[in-house]
């Protein structure tokens, strides 16, 4: 049985980090926040590159702090149990 290696990122994120997924994140330049998710799953490990990927930050920066909270939750190493 194959996983959804984006359903297993999405599970990482803390409940209110999972709400709003088809919401702006980004109001400056209109990016979702599930285009943001998509560019991390893609890759993108920095707030350059998810900006890069998606133009989110790229206005007043207002959004930079909830992008890096996207990175840190959807990048942290797995921790063995």
Request: charged share 30%; aromatic share 2%.
């Amino acid at each position: 049985m194959d996983s959804d290696p984006k359903k297993e990122l999405l599970d990482k994120l803390p409940p209110i980090l999972k709400q709003g997924l088809d919401k702006n994140l980004c109001t400056c330049n209109e990016v979702l926040k599930i285009d943001i998710i998509n560019a991390i799953v893609n890759g993108a490990d920095t707030v350059e590159e998810v900006q890069k990927q998606t133009y989110a930050t790229d206005g007043i920066g207002c959004c930079e702090r909830q992008v890096q909270r996207l990175i840190e939750c959807l990048c942290a190493p797995e921790t063995k149990k």
